[in-house]
């Protein structure tokens, strides 16, 4: 099974900045869309931000402004550039990239890397 590998993770005081970044698989085609979704503990994992095929950039309302997604299509690597962290955005984050190939979806995800916010 093709994995997405993410790095940059670690804790920062709130305010502060981080990067985490995913390389993705040259292998993976048909992408309709990539990006980032976290979990905090005890609940469920949710979009923090996309690039959707057809050029359509996503971010949760809870980050916007905050956050940046973008990526280096030469080096097939997504970052996602975080600044002036709360607590609340403690979570483990996931890179996600959606494929499309006649009509099956599928669905490829990183492990995970840990962002921890102290306040």
């Known amino acids: 099974q093709v994995q997405l590998v993410e790095s940059g993770g670690g804790l920062v005081q709130a305010g502060g900045s981080l990067t985490i970044s995913c390389e993705v698989p040259?292998?993976?085609?048909?992408?309709?869309?990539m990006g980032w979704y976290r979990q905090a503990p005890g609940k469920q994992r949710d979009l923090v931000a996309n690039?959707?095929?057809?050029?359509?950039?996503n971010y949760a309302d809870s980050v916007k402004g905050r956050f940046t997604i973008s990526r280096d299509n030469a080096k097939n690597i997504l970052y996602l550039q975080m600044t002036s962290l709360k607590p609340e955005d403690t979570a483990v984050y996931y890179c996600?990239?959606?494929?499309?190939?006649?009509?099956?979806?599928?669905?490829?995800w990183g492990q995970g890397t840990q962002v921890t916010v102290s306040s």
């Open positions: 996600h990239v959606e494929t499309w190939h006649w009509g099956i979806r599928d669905n490829y």
């Open positions: 040259r292998s993976i085609s048909g992408i309709n869309a």
């Open positions: 690039f959707v095929s057809g050029g359509l950039i």
